[in-house]
């Protein structure tokens, strides 16, 4: 659907909604978003947000959520239950020509982490997030199941975690790191716990900040019925930390103090193991939605260059579950290992596929970037990072192979073997050597696919020799 046949729909729409027809202005599509859209805009003196699927519901598939309508009603029954949610307005119908989505108010604030973290104007709602976070997690943990909308799924740790290393099966993949993860999050299940409503992807990037703390929690489409433990380990996984992989919570808070809020505001106590387990597995978790974003790609139903790029940030998963697994691992980990960062080699003769790369490089920064806004401007800068991966893949991935293949072939191991044993217990990271291989594949692949991550330096700093 072309922009203007977009917004005069959605003018028809409004008109019918509110009752009279005004004009409708600024109509602009949010940066981000790899499931559903955000289109923000005016109708009159409403300041308003429309979020939909993209392709006007042909969407993912296979990222389980909740309907577009059940997603409405949750957010409108967590604002009457005190949660600070933006108020809900309408829920678009066939008949509106707009796809499956929702209307709702638009609320001042930021939402990018970069924008917030370390931003002297943020700095008293930085001070008081871990504390918000907590009581607004508190609430939605209250909400009457009774009143939830019915499609809203139920799921324990036991239910979730085979429902994910399914999905991880599906795809075909053998990551040992994951094969490690998948094995010790089995032997150290916990048991059963009184299940809550939880929001399923509470994090910094679905939090609308404003200068005092917290104006809006937004995108409740993976909300389901669980174990609250899983929302508050949610929020410290090392993806949502952002620039700041030191700081646990968000990357604004240490996990003590997002706990001692929590259960102050709950009145209950949060149990320090269940909720280790649930960090361990929200990491992985996200490592699997890494491996769907490709699989959606792949069938076609998105194209999107942001969810293909998405799909190569595995080796992020990869590094912050070793990290985690540290504490774990007694003697091994204390181990450092020799290792830095290798520098891009400069060519002649012809021209080589990195110096290519380059120039693509070059030419996103110097004349799309600089004449690009709004969505145009974000994929501008997705796919510089795209070009980037390439390049460095084309300049350092063939030296990791071999470098690879050499400590294989040291610890007598075929790739298949290695995954293997991890998945069986027959093989352990306790193991000097194989730690040492897992944790330099680890830094070879990340400072290939993305070697600005914040785990990149934690983990150069926790592993290596001066």
Known sequence: MSKPDFEAKLAVYCSRLFGQPLALSGLRRLSGGANMESWAFDYGARELVLRRMPGAGEGEKQVPRISIESEARLIALAGEHGVIAPAMLGILAPEDGLGEGFLMARIGGETMPHKILGNPQF?????????????????????PIAALPDDLPEADAAALLADTRRRYDDHGARIPVFEFAFRWLADTLPAPSELSPLHGDFRMGNLMIGEEG????????????????????????PSWRFTRHEKPVGGFAEIDDLLAAYETASGTTVNRKRFRWWLVYST???????????????TGADRSLERAVI??????????????????????????IAWQLPS?????????????????????SDFVVPNAEGHDLFQARVARN????????????????????RRLDGLGLTPDQLCEGLASGELSPET???????????????????????????????????
């Open 123 to 143: 700095a008293a709602a930085e001070q008081a997030l871990a504390r918000q976070c907590a009581q607004e997690l508190a609430k939605i943990h209250a909400l």
């Open 214 to 237: 917290i104006t809006a929690i937004l995108d409740w489409e993976l909300a389901h019925i669980g174990d609250p433990a899983q929302d508050l380990a949610y929020l410290c996984t």
């Open 284 to 298: 992985l978790w996200w490592g699997i939605v890494c491996l769907d974003m490709a699989g959606i790609w792949r």
């Open 311 to 336: 799909g190569k940030r595995v080796s992020e998963v990869e590094v912050d579950l070793l990290l985690l697994f540290s504490p774990l691992l007694d003697d091994a980990a204390a181990r450092k």
């Open 344 to 364: 891009i080699p400069s060519f002649t003769g012809e021209m080589h596929d990195a110096e290519l790369l380059e120039a693509l490089m070059d030419w996103d």
């Open 386 to 405: 795209a070009i980037g991966m390439l390049h460095r893949q084309a300049t350092l991935g063939g030296d990791f192979a071999i470098r690879e293949a």
């Open 432 to 466: 000097p050597e194989l730690l040492a291989h897992l944790r330099l594949t680890a830094l070879e692949r990340l400072s290939i696919h993305q070697p600005k991550y914040p785990g990149l330096a934690t983990a150069l700093d926790k592993w290596t020799s001066a």
